[in-house]
Structure formats: structure tokens, C-alpha cells
T-cell receptor, first 114, second 111 residues
Framework: KAGVTQTPRYLIKTRGQQVTLSCSPISGHRSVSWYQQTPGQGLQFLFEYFSETQRNKGNFPGRFSGRQFSNSRSEMNVSTLELGDSALYLC?????????????FGEGSWLTVV | TQLLEQSPQFLSIQEGENLTVYCNSSSVFSSLQWYRQEPGEGPVLLVTVVTGGEVKKLKRLTFQFGDARKDSSLHITAAQPGDTGLYLCAGKNSGNTPLVFGKGTRLSVIA
């Protein structure tokens, strides 16, 4: 079956702009979580959505937001981009809530802020 | 905030050599996972260890969870170029909490 699909794969934005990233989970998976990966900080949890509700949130400013649709697809948005937002943004899906299921990562969206 | 420290950060070895990477924390985790991430791809789960002292083998890879469930190690025997990648450990607490990831060990195996 198809894996986790993230779009776009690569994008370049200017400081102050906003960006929306999309994630389509594995068919049947209801939980989608988002992570930011940078060389300095590693993988950091942004938030998790399950059944269209945000269930967990990491320690990121309010400029980072997300949502989940009824078909489990998810989007994350970053407003007022800063240079430090340059990172690989990874989406992961799982059958159930974060509690116990294996998570499967997409290939990520590379964001460069200039 | 729970932290997972991985060492070494970088490792470059010749094909056929053995290596061990470590994942340490001052906190107890209910389970610990190891992932491998190859360039341009997302992390892929290798193994989950749950019981203190547990040892799991996956072909040439041996994973161990510390008795106190605060640390873990990954040993690779006779490394091959295909083992090249970023190895990440991630700790899980009980309940509906997200994984806590270490920063990873970047392994390069030279033919």
C-alpha cells in the first residue's frame, strides 16, 4: 500500500512569508504527527492530530499550526517565516493515537527560508 | 524535558568493522525505538525494545535496552556500505505522549 506522502518535497520561501505543507497518511491511519528536523536540534515534535482533533502539541510558537481533515489528510502552516524555520518537516502516520502504534514517516518537505 | 543523548555523533568506518552506538538518558522510558534515516528519506523503524535488559537481533544488528530502561545500544557486526545512514533512538513514555528523539549518530561505512 502507498506510504505517507508529503508535498511539496522542496520549497524556498522569503522571511515573513507563510507556508503550508501537506501530508497524506497511509490509508486507514487516523493519526498524523508532524516533526521538525534540523542538524542542531534533531527531530522535534510539533503536534499530533487524531480524528481531526489536535491531541498533543510540542514546544513551538503559535506561528506553527496545523489541521486534519475528515479523510485524515493533514496540513501544517508556518506564518511569518524566520530564517531559523529552515528545516526538514516530517509527517508520520499511525493507526491509532500516539499511545502505542508504530509510526511511519514520509520523506519530508525541505523548507529553506531566505 | 526528557533528553536522549546519542554518541558518537559521527562515525566513519571501513567495511567489515564492528561498531556500537549509544543512547543515554537520565529518564526512564517505557520503551525505546531505533530508526535509520537515509539521505532524502524519512526515518524507518528498525526495532522497539520494551523490557529492561532486553536484547533483540536483526541480522547483523543487535539492540539492547538497559536494565533501568534509561539507555540503549546498537551494535553492528561486519558493517556494510548499505548500513550508512543516520541512526536515531527515540524514547516513549507510557500514555499518549509523543516520542522523544535523540539527535542521531551519522554512520558512514566505506567500501
Amino acid at each position: 500500500k502507498a506510504g505517507v506522502t508529503q508535498t511539496p518535497r522542496y520549497l524556498i520561501k522569503t522571511r515573513g512569508q507563510q507556508v503550508t505543507l501537506s501530508c497524506s497518511p497511509i490509508s486507514g491511519h487516523r493519526s498524523v504527527s508532524w516533526y521538525q528536523q534540523t542538524p542542531g536540534q534533531g527531530l522535534q515534535f510539533l503536534f499530533e492530530y487524531f480524528s481531526e482533533t489536535q491531541r498533543n502539541k510540542g514546544n513551538f510558537p503559535g506561528r506553527f499550526s496545523g489541521r486534519q481533515f475528515s479523510n485524515s489528510r493533514s496540513e501544517m502552516n508556518v506564518s511569518t517565516l524566520e530564517l531559523g524555520d529552515s528545516a526538514l518537516y516530517l509527517c508520520a502516520s499511525s493507526l491509532g493515537h500516539l499511545g502505542g502504534n508504530t509510526i511511519y514517516f514520509g520523506e519530508g518537505s525541505w523548507l529553506t527560508v531566505v | 524535558t526528557q533528553l536522549l543523548e546519542q554518541s558518537p555523533q559521527f562515525l566513519s568506518i571501513q567495511e567489515g568493522e564492528n561498531l556500537t552506538v549509544y543512547c543515554n538518558s537520565s529518564s526512564v522510558f517505557s520503551s525505546l525505538q531505533w530508526y535509520r534515516q537515509e539521505p532524502g528519506e524519512g526515518p524507518v523503524l528498525l526495532v522497539t525494545v520494551v523490557t529492561g535488559g532486553e536484547v533483540k537481533k536483526l541480522k547483523r544488528l543487535t539492540f539492547q535496552f538497559g536494565d533501568a530502561r534509561k539507555d540503549s545500544s546498537l551494535h553492528i557486526t561486519a558493517a556494510q556500505p548499505g548500513d550508512t545512514g543516520l541512526y536515531l533512538c527515540a524514547g516513549k513514555n507510557s500514555g499518549n505522549t509523543p516520542l522523544v528523539f535523540g539527535k542521531g549518530t551519522r554512520l558512514s561505512v566505506i567500501a
